[in-house]
């Protein structure tokens, strides 16, 4: 039986038609709306290369199940840039060296700007480490994205402040 | 993964008529059970979606005392809560021990009191498991066991069950309300989970349709929050199961322990209370001391289910050093390692 769903993917509202009900949320992104940036590496909740925001949160779309998305929000990788302004995150790898291959890193932003949003690290690096430990690179590209995480909320404060100022 | 029917019902009612049916499985967040599917190692033929279930996600902390935490409130959601992390510092030092920030932010309460063990042999269906397969062996006997259980293990199967959040859990009686066919009913946790004797296939003692909707903590629960501490010892310091893990709650008055809380995690097929260690701190002055007697207590019954005998020297002292954490004092936030021995609090003496 197919089972048809709606979704809101990177602002833009969808309805897929979904005739398996195997597809999970990973699959569904790659492979029926064509929107590779999100990686999979493990499949398997293991490595975070898949990690998207849905309803606002940093999950694992190898584990979600595609069906169970129905009315929910979901940004990804594609989605975070205004045009072709990077978001701070972006910027951020790209300036400290967060990365080497690259496969990790769609993962790795999309954890950053989570964990940067649930404001529970500050500036300890050991925090932050600790919250960016459900995403691994396999080039050991740690060191970079730890600067990058730091520096990126540091530009994300500032200009909150300056906004609201 | 196999071929299954989706269903996602509207209330819990329609949710139990649906997964009473043979072969079927509720689904939450899916962090373990789509993992489950994607191996083979369980094939459901319906799964029954309650994440869109109204009123279950809820935390509520009620006049008396009492807690109530609906089962699908995420992990990170319950450990975040001011009030809940300050009552129950513990619980919210476990959840954070575990998994890593996307899976806490998915799993759910329920899934996570459900989740199964993580035995590799469990994983491998090309091999023998009495608790994947029943009567077809158990491959871990003779395999790689170091991690596998010290207590209340069997013949059958060796396995652990591998939850944090269940640990300091049961250190404070914490109570499952079940929706089930033939209504509602509650469960301690402590009873939740099943040793394997013969029939390890049972992990718990739900039966088909039971419904975990919520989890309760008594009155009690929270007179331990000024002493109160979760510890796990694993083989990296983030994101990865434990090895063994000791949680610690302690009341003290006028310098004596009034009453003493104490349970292991990754030892057995059930988070591990332990009673006579209990009773060993009772009335006792805090000093390390007496916390290597109630660890004694605690593993009198501690046996080797292979190449692990040396997890019952380290549950020693992972409960010495549980209670001299707790001893301590809570501290006001959580540790930026959660549960890591690794963590170092100014002025807090580690070591037991
Ligand atoms: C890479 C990785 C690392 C992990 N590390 C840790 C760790 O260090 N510590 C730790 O404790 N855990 C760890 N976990 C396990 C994680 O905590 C569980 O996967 C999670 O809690 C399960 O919750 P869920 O909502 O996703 O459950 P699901 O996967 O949806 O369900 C799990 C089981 O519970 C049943 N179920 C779910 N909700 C209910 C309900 N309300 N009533 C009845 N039955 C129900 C389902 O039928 C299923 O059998 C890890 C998982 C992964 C993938
Ligand atoms: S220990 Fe239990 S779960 Fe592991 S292989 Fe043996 S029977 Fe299976
Ligand atoms: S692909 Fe999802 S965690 Fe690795
Ligand atoms: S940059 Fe290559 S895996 Fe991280």
New binding site residues.
Partial sequence: MSHSITLTVNGKPREVEIDDTRVTLLDLLRERLHLTGTKKGCD???CGACTVHLDGRRI?SC?TLALSCDGADVLTIEGVAHGDALHPVQAAFIAHDGFQCGFCTPGQIMSAIGLIQEGQTGDDPERVREAMSGNLCRCGAYAGILEAVLDAQDRLREANQRRSA | MNNFEYVRPRSVTEAIAAASAPGA???????????LMKGGI?HPDRLVD?THLPG?DRIEHRSDGSLRVG??VR?ADLAHDPDFARAYPSVAEALL????AQ??N???????????TRCAYFYDVAGACNKRQPGSGCDARDGENRLHAILGWSEACIATH?????VPLVTLDAVVEIEGRRGRRDIALEDLHRLPGDTPEHDNV?EPG????ALRLPPAARSFAAHARYLKV?ERTS????IVSAAAALRIEQGRIADARLALGGVAAKPWRARAAEQVLIGATPAVGIYLQAATAALTDAKPSGDNAFKIELARRTIARALTLAAAGTPARVPALPASPFSVLPGVLQHA
Avoid at chain 2, 106 to 116: C, E, K, P, S, Y
Avoid at chain 2, 239 to 242: D, G, K, R, T, V
Wanted: net charge positive; glycine share 10%.
């Fill in positions: 398997r909740g293991q694992n584990l | 499985s509720y689904l939450a967040a899916g962090t373990n059970l789509i993992d369980t309650v279950l089962a699908l992990n021990s575990g998994a890593s899976l806490r998915a799993a759910t309460v329920g899934g996570n009191l459900l989740q199964r591998s939850s944090d959040f269940c739900l039971d419904l975990i909707v694993r994101y990865a199961f434990a």
